[in-house]
């Protein structure tokens, strides 16, 4: 039988600003909402209100990011004398929704623009010397790079050769000298006084935009016409934020709360046409991340991204539907692939017989690149170790990594730059370029770094949890208090509590692999749902501690609360 993992339980850090009592008093919660606010990162009461607002009014002024100021200026340039303005994205969620938010925002100003994704198995990441070639050849005279562009200092060399104004658009992790180009917007950037560091490609963007109207609008350009009204862009910044996993709290939090509400009643054609191949009645950011976004990815990992974008910009829903069933059929070929990829991966990582312990560095020229990330975010959740998968071809290897707290990847490739051709990404995600004859040495390396950075109870999966509670405190009042604290996600995870001793009754296995059983404590008992949990089915005697979280079951019409289990173990183990 297949042993259940052993996780390492960790109370979230709560607060020392802030007194429970009185959050409570104050906001009119409960002890379980009021658990879960004290564990946000949040330090004041002003600041749990904002929190708990999310406006749109408590945006930062975009102008305090670097260099926009003339990225403004050069882009208003573009748009009022009707230049030629080339839109060069990545193939990913971010950079699609991204692509298609500026494209359709500058459009609506009257520009003239054109717009290029890279071919992901032809182009690799990021701006080409041949995309900027051909952006010259088609008559545009600026480029703007959207969720790419930081590291290319070839490719801003040759777009001054050709003549060509660069902007760069881009939130990963920016090198120590930067590309020689017009204006370079990254928030990550060291001289940069924009408040909020974690913004996605797409929201990037779209502070671009925000101060882009301003300026046209102190220029007078086309006053007599009606704006954009640039908060119907936020579903694109909702679905590129959620779909590249940066953290949902502060600005990131306000620009997905406002752009959940969109696509929820989206007028966009594309996404009406996309939420029905894809079944998504009720849009959250679960369903965008994993029923939406992948659709979306897939086009990149497998065909064209530009076909993402196309269908984003689609003007009506019978346009779009065509496409959206290719991204459909595309999207299950991509799930196809990766399920062989991953099988073959945890086949070589359990034959492996190198003495890694810390680290996964696995290389085949069976690999598709394109799915060899969603591979080892797999990985990663199996056996919690910093993990990269190398796809081979002709000698020649790109990789793709995932890590865990405590080692950071970018960092951690930086040290082994000297076998890589190249590199880049941030702290749990990265990409690489790699000869193929020089994998077992990276791995060897790697492997060293890891050991060095990581504890042996950092490899043990975490479960965090928001407080202790008693099923006496939960009822679907308390589970809809709690339902204020989305959007979910890095950085604002779902709330999760521990109920100790407990007694579990009447256990089901279901589905195969789940549980159903009732936690009883006390008076009080709840029912309960345990995905994957299954192999416990015949352990689960005397009291218990289970951490959950509390949540509604909608069934045949009827309501009813529920806990979703996401860990269980017997109360002697305190």
Request: proline share 5%; glycine share 10%; hydrophobic share 40%.
């Amino acid at each position: 039988m297949t042993e259940y993992p052993n996780k390492l339980w960790l109370e979230r850090n709560a607060s020392e600003f802030l007194d429970s009592e009185e959050l409570q008093r104050s906001l009119g919660v409960s002890r379980i909402t009021v658990e879960a606010l004290l564990r946000r990162e949040l330090d004041s009461l002003e600041e749990v209100q904002t929190f708990l607002e999310a406006r749109l009014s408590s945006m930062p002024d975009p102008c305090l990011m670097a260099d926009m100021g003339k990225a403004v200026e050069r882009l208003a340039r573009a748009v009022c004398d009707g230049e030629g303005i080339s839109v060069h994205g990545d193939y990913d969620v971010d950079g699609v929704t991204g692509t298609a938010l500026l494209v359709e925002t500058l459009r609506s100003f009257g520009a003239r623009v054109k717009y290029s994704i890279p071919l992901r198995l032809r182009d690799g990441y990021g701006v080409s010397s041949r995309a900027l070639e051909s952006c010259a050849s088609d008559g545009s005279v600026l480029v703007v790079t959207v969720d790419c562009g930081i590291s290319a200092h070839a490719q801003a060399k040759r777009a001054r050769e050709l003549g060509l104004d660069l902007i760069i658009t881009d939130h990963h992790q920016p090198p120590d000298i930067l590309p020689e180009a017009l204006a370079i917007l990254n928030p990550s950037r060291i001289d940069c006084a924009f408040p909020f560091k974690s913004l996605a490609g797409v929201g990037v963007v779209f502070m671009l935009l925000v101060a882009l109207r301003k300026h046209l609008r102190e220029l007078g350009y086309r006053s007599n016409l009606p704006e954009p009204d640039l908060r119907f862009g936020l579903d694109l910044v909702a679905l590129g934020t959620i779909a590249d996993i940066v953290p949902l709290k502060g600005l990131n939090r306000v620009l997905t709360k406002t752009g959940l509400e969109l696509l929820s009643h989206s007028g966009r054609p594309g996404l009406q046409a996309l939420k029905k191949v894809a079944g998504v009645e009720k849009v959250n950011c679960g369903t965008v991340g994993f029923r939406l976004a992948p659709r979306i990815n897939a086009a990149g990992r497998l065909e064209d991204a530009a076909i993402g974008v196309e269908l984003l910009l689609e003007s009506s829903v019978s346009a779009a539907m065509p496409v959206a069933e290719l991204l459909d059929q595309v999207n299950g070929e991509r799930q196809a692939i990766e399920q062989q990829t991953l099988d073959q991966a945890d086949e070589r990582w359990q034959q492996q017989t190198d003495g890694a312990t810390h680290s996964i560095v696995l290389a085949d020229e069976r690999w598709h690149p394109g799915v060899i990330g969603i591979v080892a975010s797999r990985l990663v959740e199996k056996y919690h170790r910093p993990t990269i998968l190398i796809a081979l071809d002709n000698g020649v290897g790109k990789g793709s990594g995932r890590s865990i707290k405590g080692l950071h990847l970018y960092r951690a490739l930086h040290d082994c730059g000297a076998f890589l051709q190249g590199f880049g990404g941030h702290e749990y995600a990265a990409g690489l370029t790699i000869d193929g004859g020089k994998v077992a040495d990276f791995a060897r390396q790697f492997e060293d770094i890891a050991r060095q950075r990581l504890l042996s109870e950092d490899l043990l999966p975490r479960q965090f949890y928001d407080g202790e509670v008693f099923l006496e405190d939960l009822d679907l009042d308390a589970v809809d208090e709690l339902a204020r604290l989305a959007p979910f996600g890095p950085g604002n995870p779902q709330p999760v509590y521990l109920a100790r001793g407990v007694h579990v009754q009447g256990v089901q296995l279901v589905g195969g692999s789940h549980l159903r059983f009732v936690a009883c404590q006390g008076a009080h008992g709840l029912p309960c749902i345990a995905f994957g949990m299954g192999i416990l089915h015949d352990q689960l005697s005397g009291p218990q501690d289970i951490i959950f979280t509390p949540q509604r079951n909608e069934w045949r019409g009827k309501v009813s609360m529920q806990l979703q289990v996401r860990d269980i173990r017997p109360a002697s183990l305190g």
